[in-house]
């Protein structure tokens, strides 16, 4: 029987051995993995918002285009751009908002053996090391509008960007991971949807 102390020992032997690779990593790896990760991540990304990222409102453009702006602000995010006319905003906020850090933190071990599995066949066991940082970024939201038939169709896209170099020193992947992506969605709908019940505010 293999006591406690030699399992410890094992996996102390496994980390470190890990942990020499993982410096071991060529930039050229790093690249190759990231790009891995990036073209796995677009393929739920396209996916999912394809699935739930439009919805139609049965509210003028103006009307929902008000409506999304203060559901954003109501979120932590700050407007950057926006133009009414042609049904574009532009919201940021520093990473992880418009998500609460526990709720990041959930859905970004949910989407971490994804993530590795990625960037295994490029790095092999290092990969066991390689974390999501939010740290050094930005979640950048567009909304549009568009008249449709059955009323405005608003629909969203979610992208990070870069503010601080990473402290790991990989480079940066262009995608929100699925379950993120997921639950930020739903989040901002849902409270888009309450903003919308709740309607315009009285005049003074």
Same mark, same amino acid.
């Given at each position: 029987m293999i006591s406690p102390r030699s399992i410890a020992v094992r996996w102390g032997a496994i980390a470190c051995i890990g942990?020499?690779?993982?410096?071991?990593v060529s930039d050229q790896q790093k690249v190759n993995a990231i790009s891995a990760v990036n073209e796995g991540f677009r393929v739920e990304y396209e996916r999912l918002l394809a699935e739930k990222g439009t919805r139609v409102y049965r509210q003028s453009r103006a009307d929902a285009f008000v409506a999304m702006r203060v559901t954003l602000a109501g979120l932590g995010m700050r407007t950057e751009q926006q133009d009414v006319t042609l049904g574009h905003l532009a919201a940021v906020a520093v990473a992880p908002f418009p998500l609460t850090r526990e *709720?990041? +933190?959930?859905a970004s071990k949910a989407d971490?053996?994804?993530?590795? #599995?990625l960037i295994e066949p490029e790095v092999g066991i290092a990969a066991r090391f390689v974390k999501f940082e939010p740290q050094g970024l930005e979640v950048v939201i567009n909304a549009t509008f568009v008249d449709g038939a059955a009323g405005t169709e608003v629909s969203l896209t979610v992208r990070l960007r870069?503010?601080?170099?990473?402290?790991? #020193?990989? &480079? +940066? +992947? *262009?995608? =929100?991971?699925p379950h993120v992506l997921? =639950? #930020?969605?739903d989040k901002i709908f849902g409270a888009y949807e309450r903003e919308l019940q709740a309607g315009p &505010? &009285?005049?003074p």
């Open positions: 942990l020499m690779q993982a410096a071991c *709720e990041w +933190r959930s971490l053996p994804l993530l590795q #599995g870069e503010i601080a170099p990473p402290k790991s #020193g990989w &480079p +940066r +992947r *262009e995608y =929100v991971s997921n =639950v #930020g969605l &505010p &009285p005049p």
